[in-house]
């Protein structure tokens, strides 16, 4: 069974970076994808990434977040730059056979505990 370990979280200041990462204790060779959860909010997608190393974002964190995967490592990465306090959340990566990009967490079945990313105003 595949275990996904997320890191990389923090408390930075509006406009500050963070990169999270997402360590898969085997090879995924499915989609993967950075999901957030607000205090009282739903869980939503932030981005997500094929086998082929196509990206799709939420258009809130288009331009400003990138989704990358390195399969040497069997590791996927968030960078966020230009953050804002709506970022605020917990952060968790999540695989899943996907046929089309989606960042419908209802596609994805393994998911990591989640890292906390705080932005300040």
């Known amino acids: 069974q595949v275990r996904l370990v997320e890191s990389g979280g923090g408390s930075v200041q509006a406009g500050g970076s963070l990169r999270l990462s997402c360590a898969a204790s085997?090879?995924?060779?499915?989609?993967m994808a950075w999901f957030r959860q607000a205090p009282g909010k739903e869980r939503e997608g932030v981005a997500v990434?094929?086998?082929?190393?196509?990206?799709m974002y939420r258009d809130s964190v288009r331009g400003r977040f990138t989704i990358s995967r390195e399969t040497a490592t069997n590791t996927l990465y968030l960078q966020m730059n230009s953050l804002k306090p709506e970022d605020s959340a917990m952060y968790y990566c999540?695989?899943?056979?996907?046929?089309?990009?989606?960042?419908?967490?209802?596609?994805?079945?393994?998911w990591g505990q989640g890292t906390q990313v705080t932005v300040s105003s």
């Open positions: 085997v090879y995924v060779y499915v989609t």
């Open positions: 990434i094929d086998q082929d190393g196509r990206p």
């Open positions: 999540a695989a899943g056979f996907v046929s089309a990009l989606s960042l419908d967490p209802k596609w994805y079945n393994t």
